[in-house]
């Protein structure tokens, strides 16, 4: 389906989102100019936005390593940057396939239309800057073949002896076109996974995110799990 076909599908629709009080929220500061993702986060005008470091172990005991997010936005484009220590980052790199983005050290951003989950979108991104971009319905009921708008999505990364950077430009006409940017809110969850291989079979995983999902095992994939990116006039 093609940008324009979804935008006239989703103003049919007429979505509604309705906001819980309390819910954590994070002011994206609006600017002029436009920045070229570069993954080094070293563009003046990032110098301007909010710093975010409220990120925890919701599983876990004990204090992650920084996490560091910023964004910003002006009349086009919302900008993303993630900022991660880590001095052991592990990736999976065989086929190359976005697929092995999942048993990868990555940040992820996940938005939603409402809190039903039906759909929200998935945007897992890791140190060398491939995407595991999805739609999905609560509960995991994942379309692993939707990717998102091309030449609406940018990313670029770093890699450090000492962690990564993971830069990202979305193009407000795909939020707008997704149904998921309304009265200049984005419903959206921000996380973290530290992969640490286990020889054959699945990584083992420490979680890392900025809202503490409503969950005794771990899940972003839930409502609880989501904050608000509130963009400022």
Known sequence: MTLCSVMIVMMALGTVTHFNEGQKTYSVIKITDNITPSGKGDNPLWNSAQILTDFTYPWEKGKPLPTKFRALHNKDWLYCLFDVKDDNVNILQDKNDKSEVAASSRVEIFFRIDDRL???????????????????????????????PAGHLIIKTERRKDGYSVEVAISKASLRALGLLKNKNLEAGLYRGNCTPKGKGDPDFKWISWVKPDSKTPDFHIPSSFGILRLED
């Open 118 to 148: 039906t759909p929200y979108y998935g945007l897992e991104m890791d140190p060398l800057g491939r995407v595991l971009d999805y739609k999905a319905n609560f509960h995991r009921n994942f379309d692993g073949e939707w990717s998102w």
